[in-house]
């Protein structure tokens, strides 16, 4: 099957129309998406080098006794200049052996997910709370999140986004500091220093439990009217 093919049946199966790339007077989401790629005012070296500086920190740390059992750690990918963050809980197996977060059928479903919006992988930055595996893919421990969460807070000062997703229960419970279900947190915007914040199901979740597929566009709907009102 095509990667093509694949694409459609995804979007199919939650039934997302597919909207069509529009490159004059289009969507407003790629005018807006594309903001981003102005030049910056910044020197680009020194700021490359700020993250530089934070990716090889990451793959330093021993902050946290999960250093032990990583493969290697998983810094987080996409577009340094992105309005759109979308953060996950921790790497699975894949995202560990490959170092790239949401790879593998829930990471092609995240990339479906984008596309239905009208945006790409390479036009938002992807990253984890957690940037080494737990084991069998366990729960982060509150001594873990504590341990990292400077790096995550790192980039979000770097990134600056302007809107940002928690990509599943894990990721929206840390970032919002709460212990509600993810049913309770989804359908509303939050804000992380001004920066709001939208709650998705995470794409594994998804895969498992297509009846909330009608949710999860209804996730990203709400995500894009926040976004296009900021
Ligand atoms: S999870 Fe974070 S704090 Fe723990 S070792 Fe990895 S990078 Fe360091």
């Known amino acids: 099957m095509t990667d093509e093919s694949k694409r459609l ?3 199919e199966a939650m039934e997302i129309d597919v909207w069509l790339p529009k490159t004059n007077h289009g969507a407003p989401i790629t005018e807006h998406a594309l903001e981003k790629d102005k030049p910056l005012l910044s020197s680009p070296s020194s700021e490359a080098e700020i993250w530089q500086e934070l990716r090889e920190e990451v793959a330093n740390c021993q902050a946290c006794d999960l250093y032990k059992t990583r493969t290697q750690t998983v ?3 996409g577009n340094t200049h992105a309005d759109w963050l979308l953060i996950g809980e921790a790497p699975g197996q894949n995202e560990d052996l490959q170092g790239e977060p949401f790879v593998g059928k829930a990471g092609q479903l995240l990339n479906e997910m984008l596309r239905a919006i009208n945006l790409s992988r390479e036009q938002v930055f992807i990253a984890n709370i957690l940037k080494c595996r737990p084991p069998n893919n366990r729960d982060p421990k509150p001594e873990e999140v504590s341990a990292c969460s400077d790096f995550l807070q790192r980039q979000i ?5 302007k809107i940002i ?4 229960r894990i990721a929206a419970q840390q970032l919002l500091k709460t212990t509600e279900p993810i049913g309770k947190l989804r359908g509303k915007v939050y804000f992380l220093d001004a920066i709001p914040v939208i709650v998705i199901y995470h794409p594994a979740y998804l895969l498992r439990s297509l009846l909330e597929k009608r949710k999860a566009w209804q996730d990203l709907q709400l995500a894009l009217k926040t976004y296009r009102e900021i």
């Open 9 to 11: 049946l995804y979007l």
């Open 75 to 77: 810094f987080g990918t």
């Open 165 to 168: 997703l928690a990509v599943g």
């Open 157 to 161: 000062d770097l990134l600056k986004p």
